[in-house]
């Protein structure tokens, strides 16, 4: 069975850091490209970052310069090194792993941003 494993979120005062975790089994996780999404409440879910399996990435202008995504292709598993945190930032964040036609999908972990 396939399983992305999320985990690292929590409460944050703004301008504080996090970093989220997604470990992922059941793939061959070299292959797939990776991505963080996230949503709050009444809105829609939005691509936050992503890296392909080649190493490229890609950010969503609201957190370019204060979010980094990355991969441990050893050690199956993604990150989201989330620093100058924000209350707008406060959603719940989704690990996603695609290839082709094989879509993934974790079961999110909370993050919240307040003081």
């Known amino acids: 069975q396939v399983q992305l494993v999320e985990s690292g979120g929590g409460l944050v005062q703004p301008g504080g850091s996090l970093r989220l975790s997604c470990a992922a089994s059941?793939?061959?996780?070299?292959?797939?490209?990776m991505g963080w999404y996230r949503q709050a409440p009444g809105k829609q879910r939005e691509l936050v970052a992503s890296?392909?399996?080649?190493?490229?990435?890609n950010y969503a202008d609201s957190v370019k310069g204060r979010f980094t995504i990355s991969r441990d292709n050893a050690k199956n598993t993604a990150y989201l090194q989330m620093n100058s945190l924000k209350p707008e930032d406060t959603a719940v964040y989704y690990c996603n792993a695609h290839w082709f036609s094989q879509n993934y999908w974790g079961q999110g972990t909370q993050v919240t941003v307040s003081s």
């Open positions: 059941g793939i061959i996780f070299k292959i797939y490209d």
């Open positions: 890296i392909s399996s080649g190493g490229s990435t």
